[in-house]
């Protein structure tokens, strides 16, 4: 029931855009979207809800694609400081809620 | 305002023995979650308290056990431990239940080491 990630790891130069996808097999109710940096705890980054509803925060935004239970999350114009782990979270109709596979970003300047 | 606490930051313990995880979730908060992240992994969830009762329980064995207190704040016991329970168990917590619509606010985890 894990979502899958893609790319496992990607590694940027400064201003470059990056997209990392987050896939899973089971009906989706919602997604959610977490960076980890190294020794650190998750961070929530955003809440996508079935609908298909895009969201943004400044650079980072999302999409979600409940009928193929899919999200895919954005960074344009990447800075030193996105560098970290990318965690997708997908809750089901049933309030079971799994972290992806992860996504290892680095940023280089 | 007080963010997700959680006690000790580090343990090392020996196969067989016992532990005790701690966790005091964020104010206003009162939904706790478990989860156990293995070296290079995503979190694994173990389970969720609401009420103080556990409500949802991922894919662990009976060792694995919680409690939520009437403060909302939670305990994750582990018994007769093994080699590979070694890993950052990771307390989160969010208000009502919803997991699925509300954000999980963590904490820095604790590093266990069975040894």
């Known amino acids: 029931q894990q979502p899958v990630q893609s790319p496992q790891a990607v590694i940027l130069r400064e201003g470059e855009d990056a997209v990392i996808n987050c896939s899973s097999s089971k009906a989706l109710y919602s997604v959610h979207w977490y960076r980890q940096k190294h020794g650190e705890a998750p961070v929530f980054l955003m809440i996508l809800l079935k609908g298909g509803e895009q969201k943004g925060h400044e650079k980072i935004s999302a999409s979600f694609n409940e009928k193929k239970q899919q999200s895919s999350l954005y960074l344009t114009a990447s800075q030193l400081s996105y560098s970290g782990t990318y965690f997708c979270?997908?809750?089901?109709?049933?309030?079971?809620?799994?972290f992806g596979t992860g996504t290892s970003l680095t940023v280089i300047p | 305002d007080a963010g997700v606490t959680q006690s000790p930051t580090h343990l090392i313990k020996t196969r067989g023995q016992q532990v005790t995880l701690r966790c005091s979730p964020k104010s206003g908060h009162d939904t706790v979650s478990w989860y156990q992240q293995a070296l290079g992994q995503g979190p694994q969830f173990i389970f969720q308290?609401?009420?103080?009762?556990?409500?949802q329980r991922g894919n662990f064995p009976d060792r694995f056990s919680g409690h939520q207190f009437p403060n909302y704040s939670s305990e994750l016991n582990v018994n007769a431990l093994l080699l590979g329970d070694s890993a950052l168990y990771l307390c989160a917590s969010s208000w009502r239940l919803g997991t699925g619509t509300s954000p999980l606010h963590f904490g820095n985890g604790t590093r266990l080491t069975v040894t």
């Open positions: 308290y609401y009420e103080e009762e556990e409500r």
């Open positions: 979270g997908t809750a089901n109709t049933g309030n079971q809620f799994y």
